[in-house]
């Protein structure tokens, strides 16, 4: 009887117990459009980008206050802020991405699928490694799929041969006959060709990265990514598009954190973390009568914004945390272009692109044109990102464009001299993408940056040259963090990852 009572008793216990809204079969088209958000949001939810700081570390922006301009300052107290990308893109792209690729791999029909969430993995663990170092990579998202709740960590070198073989391997397999994830892909709505040329592209930056430390593999990438087409044209430039309105997981995720932490008053004075425009940034704009400058710089005026150049003016790095007196006065980015809460964010560039080919031309990697014309064609392409990113608003002359480039000519020298021309222009050109500018200043030295030697800072005066694991990382999986700091180097700011050798 106590048997059959307790079968009894069991009978739909198994059922009370399944998740009636949980999906057992997901879709692959709405788990990589949540995976194309998140990634592209620098990782973070609903609009909080978590390497915003590097606005401050590349000197586009700063504060008084110090927490807020830990980018900039470095901060020994603030620290932890290094945490959030990686805290940010293990649980979101990383997880979701793992989630499609099992879903499609096995259906031949769906190669078109499999292809662009390989590239879009890459585009994801690429801004994780650059950061970081050794991270978890072979073994990562595979905590719900095979309870793998602690992975390894994969020394770099080996992440960057496998990142570029996945994008060879993906570019190759793209099918135009096949079909897409369509308007679910919200990058290139699915188009084949498009994605090729992104994964080229990746191909041909992630090479160019390697010339610190592995020169002949970085001209086999190089030359690969060139011949199999990179991004040359506006059309093709890897984007995602934003809503003004709606959920704010609609809207462009970088703007609206400097919306809601600085910018939001629209008075210039108003700014609750204390956000400007960095004094070396806003005068080398000025210096060489960039026209850029009123295109994405205000001062308050009287209540309005005031564009004029002259008037413009940027804040110190190293005023104490207290608001200075003539606060107001200082620049901040123009609501109108850099701050379009429907603006798309782009991702790889076209600019992006020459001035890569114009590093690769002056080191005999690529004959297709000169160093000095694919040079030219950069800044042109940077130029007309603005109005792409704004419209009208964002346009510029082309007879201000032409005046510029007459006047930025790549000149001849050494390499690193001319090296110091390309990426210095690389640093007002891909504004506001911090990360890719800090990647090639770790790569290059260029822009020739003056460190912030702020007081209470962590760096002995010296801009980082990573970020730090989170503290979960060190009580969670132990092991595989001991193990990557024994073969990287102390979990420190200033300890060198694997690409960015002396």
């Known amino acids: 009887m106590t048997a059959m009572a307790l079968s009894s008793c069991d009978k739909g216990y198994k059922e009370m117990n399944i998740n009636p809204d949980a999906v057992t079969n997901p879709t ?63 649980p979101d792209e990383i997880n979701e991405l793992g989630i499609v690729i099992k879903t499609v791999k096995s259906d031949p029909t769906k190669v078109n699928w499999l292809a662009e969430a390989r ?17 978890p990579y072979s073994q990562a998202g595979l905590g719900y799929d095979s309870s793998l709740l602690k992975p390894v960590y994969d020394a770099q070198q080996s992440i960057y041969t496998n990142m570029l073989s996945e994008l060879d391997a993906a570019a190759q397999s793209l099918d135009a006959t096949k079909t897409t ?10 188009n084949p060709d498009q994605w090729k040329k992104f994964a080229y592209s990746l191909m041909l930056r992630l090479g160019m990265r390697l010339t610190k430390v592995d020169i002949a593999s ?10 199999g087409g990179v991004i040359l044209q506006d059309a093709d430039i890897a984007k995602m598009s934003y809503l003004a309105t709606g959920q704010d997981i609609n809207k462009n995720p970088q703007v609206l954190d400097l919306w809601n932490s600085d910018y939001i008053s629209q008075n210039g ?57 003539n606060f107001g006065s200082y620049s901040e980015p123009n609501p109108a272009t850099v701050l379009g809460l429907g603006s798309p964010k782009l991702l790889f560039t076209a600019a992006e692109s020459y001035f ?42 082309p007879a ?40 090639n200043w770790r790569r290059t030295g260029y822009p020739a940056l003056v460190p912030n030697n702020y007081p209470t800072n962590a760096t002995g005066g010296q801009i980082y040259r990573r970020c730090l694991y989170p503290i979960s990382e060190q009580t969670l999986n132990t092991v595989n963090y001991n193990a990557a700091v024994a073969r990287q180097g102390a979990d420190a700011l200033m300890t060198r990852i694997w690409w960015d050798k002396q």
């Not at 994830?181 to 699915?190: H, K, V, W």
């Open 400 to 439: 201000a464009i032409t005046t510029y480039v007459n006047n930025n000519v790549l000149v001849s020298g050494t390499l690193d001299q001319q090296l110091q021309q390309i990426y210095t222009q690389f640093w007002v050109s891909i504004f506001p993408d911090a990360q890719e500018v800090y990647n």
């Open 269 to 325: 004075v108003g700014n609750v973390e204390g956000g400007k425009y960095a004094d070396s940034w806003i005068s080398y704009l000025q210096s060489t009568n960039d026209p850029r400058l009123p295109i994405i710089s205000v001062v308050w005026t009287g209540g309005k914004p005031d564009t004029t150049s002259s008037k413009q003016l940027g804040m110190p790095q190293n005023i104490p945390n207290k608001q200075p007196a």
């Open 218 to 227: 970085a001209q086999t990438w190089v030359t690969k990514a060139i011949a």
């Open 356 to 397: 890569l080919l114009t590093e690769a031309a002056l080191r005999g990697w690529y004959s297709g044109a000169s160093a000095s014309s694919l040079y030219t064609l950069g800044i042109q392409a940077a130029m007309r990102h603005w109005s792409i990113v704004a419209g009208s608003a964002g346009t510029i002359s």
């Open 28 to 90: 692959p088209q709405f788990v990589f459009s949540l995976a194309e958000y998140d990634g592209a949001g620098a990782g973070g939810h609903y609009g909080s980008s978590a390497a915003d700081f590097l606005l401050g570390t590349m000197q586009y922006t700063t504060s008084y206050n110090d927490v807020a301009g830990w980018g900039s300052k470095y901060i020994n107290s603030q620290i932890q802020q290094t945490y959030g990308p990686f805290n940010a893109a293990y």
């Open 181 to 190: 994830f369509g308007a679910s892909d919200l990058i290139y709505g699915g």
């Open 119 to 135: 590239i879009w993995r890459v585009y994801c663990f690429m801004r994780q490694t650059d950061l970081y170092g050794d991270i």
